[in-house]
């Protein structure tokens, strides 16, 4: 079984940074597939972000070329960085191992004046 804890998260005014943290734990098998999703009020949730054991990504179109998701396999550990942040993208992020089926608890984001 493996944990997974975001951080980082925060209140941000538009056109700010944040950089989110998850790191697992808990298994001994070092994690494969990540992915970053998000959830805003009254939304469903949406993939943002996610990246292979190889590295290769994937994003999603609103946040193309603002997000980049990279991954430290030593420490088990994958971050979003996200720059020129708008408004809609206040939601709680929640990070994802998509083979073993665990979520985070996830963290706010809230862009704001």
């Known amino acids: 079984q493996v944990q997974l804890v975001e951080s980082g998260g925060g209140l941000v005014q538009p056109g700010g940074s944040l950089r989110l943290s998850c790191a697992a734990s808990g298994s001994s098998s070092s994690i494969s597939t990540m992915a970053w999703y998000r959830q805003a009020p009254g939304k469903q949730r949406e993939l943002v972000a996610i990246?292979?054991?190889?590295?290769?990504?994937n994003y999603a179109d609103s946040v193309k070329g603002r997000f980049t998701i990279s991954r430290d396999s030593a420490k088990n550990a994958v971050y979003l960085q996200m720059n020129s942040l708008k408004p809609e993208d206040t939601a709680v992020y929640y990070c994802y191992a998509p083979l073993m089926r665990t979520w985070g608890q996830g963290t706010q984001v809230t862009v704001s004046k």
């Open positions: 990246v292979t054991s190889l590295g290769s990504t």
